[in-house]
């Protein structure tokens, strides 16, 4: 079956405006995860969400960063005002629900965002 | 506060050499531990995890990796490397319990030369 699918592959902007990314989970899987890689540097978890339960914000690095899910599917990580810092990776996963902790998250390609 | 260490920045190993990616881990409880390889311009892919049970796990593409928890270790080895084993490997942990998310190494490079 399809894996996790993100888009756009590559986003170029100019600092200060805003972007939004797209992930789109593999089908029936409940659990979702945002990651941020920068070069160098290992993945850093951003943001979880499970089922409809209250999101897991705890990564977000400032409150420029947002994201949502809607339906319980597809999910869209949204940066405003985008700052050269931003510019990395962005990785988004899903497992599957029951016993979560032990499931392995099965990755999208990434978001290559750079910010000029 | 959980937390992972890869002390290896770059592992280099001939072909046909059995291979070693060191991991060390730090939870407060029982780790879920999970290894990830990252090739070039793709996103990661599992090989691995340790639940519970046999400290020896066994993978895709013929890794392994051995738990021990005196220790806080999860080596990842392999027996014989092969060219295409070049990559960028991540091992992850999570606590038991909580469903969230992983905390990951910075990632060790693979380089396997023939």
């Known amino acids: 079956g399809a894996g996790v699918s993100q888009s756009p592959s590559n986003k170029v902007t100019e600092k200060g405006k805003d972007v939004e990314l797209r992930c789109d989970p593999i089908?029936?899987?409940?659990?979702l995860y945002w990651y941020r890689q920068s070069l160098g540097q290992g993945l850093e978890f951003l943001i979880y969400?499970?089922?409809?339960?209250?999101?897991?914000k705890s990564g977000l690095p400032s409150d420029r960063f947002s994201a949502e899910r809607t339906g319980g599917s597809v999910s869209t990580l949204t940066i405003q005002r985008t700052q050269q810092e931003d510019s990395a990776v962005y990785l988004c996963?899903?497992?599957?629900?029951?016993?979560?902790?032990?499931?392995?998250?099965?990755f999208g390609p990434g978001t290559r965002l750079t910010v000029l | 506060a959980q937390s992972v260490a890869q002390p290896e920045d770059q592992v280099n190993v001939a072909e046909g050499n059995p291979l070693t990616v060191k991991c060390t881990y730090s939870?407060?409880?029982?780790?879920?531990l999970f290894w990830y390889v990252q090739y070039p311009n793709r996103g990661l892919q599992f090989l691995l995890k340790y639940i519970t049970g046999d400290n020896l796990v066994k993978g895709s593409y013929g890794f392994e990796a051995e738990f021990n928890k005196s220790q806080t270790s999860f080596h990842l080895k392999k027996p014989s490397a092969l060219v295409s084993d070049s990559a960028l490997y991540f091992c992850?942990?999570?606590?038991?319990?909580?469903?969230?998310?992983?905390?990951f190494g910075t990632g060790t490079r693979l380089q396997v030369t023939l």
């Open positions: 089908s029936g899987h409940t659990a």
């Open positions: 939870v407060s409880g029982n780790p879920y």
């Open positions: 992850a942990v999570r606590e038991t319990g909580t469903a969230s998310k992983l905390t």
């Open positions: 996963a899903s497992s599957a629900s029951g016993t979560g902790a032990m499931n392995e998250q099965f």
């Open positions: 969400f499970q089922g409809n339960s209250a999101p897991d």
